[in-house]
């Protein structure tokens, strides 16, 4: 079996770095990354920006050059034990050609992010065999104080002192809200109806997955990892690519994939209200596929573009109870 590279847990006092591969961190509200930084400083982190965060000198965000340049330096850095995605966009596929993959396989850490970042969440696992984690980009920290959830489950995914074990719990409400949010818009909590079983069952595997849209670039490519064994699928989208007949042909493509075979359970995100993609929608979509029926689905779960959303690791271990007592178990250790 393949061993992956588990990279050294956060203790206080670490260093998080966060990088911009994607769009620049210009564009997120002064008062979101405050509240970002200081909700990661409440752990006891430290957090720093790399040298091009903030640059918008290719189209709006940093070029290919200096996101490549950041990337490295992450790694390159003894001090930093985190490296963290300030936010999505739509280019980090443009980077993998530039990314010196040995400074990664020689300096494994964590690195982290969610959305366009998938593309960057997989790549590394097929170049390096490191384990990677879909989890919060730095802006989401910074969201509505009520987002202690997504920091609670950073936490237990990726401190030393936690369990190797975590037991994902659903969180009690949710918020929906732009990435582009600020102090004025209303934060209104929603009462979290849970997760919802499409199809019962149990299994076990290597997680892989994350943003649908952005997995699905890497069809064909050598960036998508080949896992050995047994899968289990995250997928969620946001409300550009969510339109149903676009979650639909996205995962279409993705079953029509040859590791495809390979999934023995597939877990859901919850999708934005405006994406119309609700939770029956995406039922319908995934039972109109003829999926084994011997296969776990659930949807409506703790990650994807509503907040907020739990850590878990690309690459890592997870074992599923589908029906009853729903239980998803993520190995955050070896």
Known sequence: ???????????????????????????????????????????GLKVTFSKNAFSRNQRGCPTDDEKVEDLHEAFMDENVKCILAAIGGFNSNQLLGKIDWQIIKDNPKIFGGFSDITVLNHAILAKTGLVTYAMPNFYCFGLPPEADYSLEYFRRCLFANQPTELIVQQSETFYDIPWNYDEVSPRQALENDGPRVVQSG???????????????????TEYFPKIEGDIILCIEDDSYDSIPETVERNFQSLMQQPFFRQVK???????????????????????????????????NLDFGHTDPKFTYPVGGKCEVVAGGDTKIVIRCGD
């Open 1 to 43: 079996e393949r061993k992956y590279m588990i990279p050294d847990k956060l203790k206080p006092g670490d260093e998080v770095r966060v990088i911009a591969p994607a769009r620049s961190a210009s564009d997120i509200d002064e008062r979101v990354l405050d509240r970002a930084k200081a909700a990661l400083e409440s752990l």
């Open 202 to 220: 149990s299994a076990g595997g290597v997680m892989i997955g994350g943003n649908l849209c952005s997995l699905n670039l890497l069809n064909g």
């Open 265 to 299: 359970a597939i877990l859901v995100g919850r999708f934005q209200g405006e994406s119309r993609a609700t939770d029956d929608m995406i039922s319908d979509i995934i039972l109109s596929k003829n999926i084994d029926p011997k296969i776990p689905v659930v949807v």
